[in-house]
């Protein structure tokens, strides 16, 4: 059975910093890219970075870039996201998520996602 | 950016009823198109990729169609359980943008 399980969200003052982490388990972790979305409270889905199995293509959403940064070790079936300068909007549920690809990309398992609040 | 563009934002329906929601990409995406359902508190679920092609175990009772910037998901009957809020994904190119989202309510 996949499963994703994140860690590390939490309470964070504005321009501070956060790292989250995703354990796999269920699947042959380096097969898949792998990516971050989230989820504003009551707001929609907005999908914040990629990284492919062997860390070889890297993506940012406009919003983060320069702020954030993905990684994964494979050996440890780990993905993160290491989060600096944070501001009130960062504020959201992060969820980790696998990306299939078969000539079409689509998620197919997501983590149970966790809150990442920026207050003062 | 591919910019994903969902309409309506909300909707209100009775169960029996067909139900459509749209979605617009501001460049042509072919069919690289994804329809996701997520319930309240729930993270989301996949119903349709590649614009038309429906997920294993969803029912048929949903259908998407659509190419290049425009495109539909259809619930030709309504059940209880699918209340929920759904949301277009393009998967042309990084970063695989998502639409702001339609939810659909009980009338």
């Known amino acids: 059975e996949v499963q994703l399980v994140e860690s590390g969200g939490g309470l964070v003052k504005p321009g501070g910093s956060l790292r989250l982490s995703c354990t796999a388990s269920?699947?042959?972790?380096?097969?898949?890219?792998m990516i971050w979305v989230r989820q504003a409270p009551g707001k929609g889905l907005e999908w914040v970075s990629s990284?492919?199995?062997?860390?070889?293509?890297?993506f940012y959403a406009d919003s983060v870039q320069g702020r954030f940064t993905i990684s994964r070790d494979n050996a440890k079936k780990s993905l993160y996201l290491q989060m600096n300068s944070l501001r009130a909007e960062d504020t959201a549920v992060y969820y980790c998520?696998?990306?299939?690809?078969?000539?079409?990309?689509?998620?197919?398992?997501w983590g149970q996602g966790t809150l990442v609040t920026v207050s003062s | 950016d591919i910019q994903m563009t969902q309409s309506p934002s909300s909707l209100s329906a009775s169960v029996g009823d067909r139900v459509t929601i749209t979605c617009r990409a501001s460049?042509?995406?072919?069919?690289?198109l994804n329809w996701y359902q997520q319930k309240p508190g729930k993270a989301p679920k996949l119903l349709i990729y590649?614009?038309?092609t429906l997920q294993s175990g969803v029912p048929s009772s949903f259908s998407g169609s659509g190419s290049g910037t425009d495109f539909t998901l259809t619930i030709s009957s309504l059940q209880p359980e699918d209340f929920a809020s759904y949301y277009c994904?393009?998967?042309?190119?990084?970063?695989?943008?998502f639409g702001q989202g339609t939810k659909v309510e009980i009338k």
């Open positions: 994904q393009q998967s042309y190119s990084p970063p695989r943008t």
């Open positions: 990284i492919d199995g062997t860390s070889g293509y890297i």
């Open positions: 998520a696998r990306e299939f690809s078969s000539g079409w990309y689509w998620v197919d398992y």
């Open positions: 460049q042509s995406i072919s069919t690289y």
């Open positions: 590649g614009a038309s």
């Open positions: 269920g699947f042959t972790f380096s097969s898949y890219s």
